[in-house]
């Protein structure tokens, strides 16, 4: 079955620098690989997304790409701001009609 | 266009007693997940439903947990005899479309379950 392994579990950053964080998955069946954002107290809120058919794909100051070959994907943020903070997940399908999640990274961004 | 609506938002319930978290899936989507999320930890999936069908159960307990999606009404997730170690949040996520052909799953705010 899918396993996604997600690093760093933590992850402080001043207020306008970049933050990172990478996930490797198992199953070279997978073709979708979503990424969330969970705030304290809510359920997982969907910013991006990318499918296998495609590398990189942008949304203002967030990206994320794909190497299918090297079975991992990196989520990228730019311009942190403090509402940036937050627990990120990274998942991909299982080709059996759900989502495995990665363990999550918390993301600190310092004013 | 409301959101994936679940509740309760907190349930407290003693061991021994049953517990009923509801879901509420996005106008126009029909397959429903639900998941666990223990502190500290990713989500875990738990089980998949269609209208009045469960297409996959692989992630949940065999025994005390069920769940349901009727024709008409909410999805019901369903723990009876509820242990201590079934305190966690759980989140129910709806898509338009089955998650394993790409499409984007939106989740609830999750039902934080905490059994005394």
């Known amino acids: ?111 | 266009n409301a959101g994936v609506m679940q509740n309760p938002r907190h349930l407290v319930r003693r061991r021994g007693q049953e517990a009923r978290l509801r879901c509420s899936p996005m106008k126009g989507h029909s397959h429903v997940y639900w998941y666990r999320q223990l502190p500290e930890e990713g989500l875990k999936f738990m089980v998949y439903l269609q209208k009045e069908n469960i297409i996959d159960e692989s992630g949940m307990p065999k025994e005390r947990f069920s769940a349901e999606f009727p024709k008409e009404g909410p999805s019901i997730l369903r723990i009876q005899q509820v242990v201590r170690g079934d305190s966690a949040a759980y989140f129910c996520a709806s898509s338009q479309h089955p998650q394993g052909g790409g499409t984007e799953a939106f989740f609830g705010q999750g039902t934080r379950l905490t059994v005394v």
């Open chain 1, 1 to 111: 079955g899918e396993n996604v392994e997600q690093h760093p579990s933590t992850l402080s950053v001043q207020e306008g620098d970049s933050a990172v964080i990478k996930c490797t998955y198992s199953d070279s069946a997978s073709n979708y690989f979503p990424w969330y954002k969970q705030e304290l107290g809510k359920g997982p809120q969907l910013i991006i997304d990318i499918r296998s058919n495609v590398g990189e794909k942008k949304d203002q100051r967030i990206a994320v790409t794909l190497n299918k070959t090297a079975k991992h994907f990196s989520l990228h943020i730019t311009e942190t701001q403090p509402e940036d903070s937050a627990v990120y997940f990274c998942a991909g399908d299982t080709g059996a009609n759900n989502l495995f999640f990665g363990t999550g990274t918390r993301l600190t961004v310092i004013p």
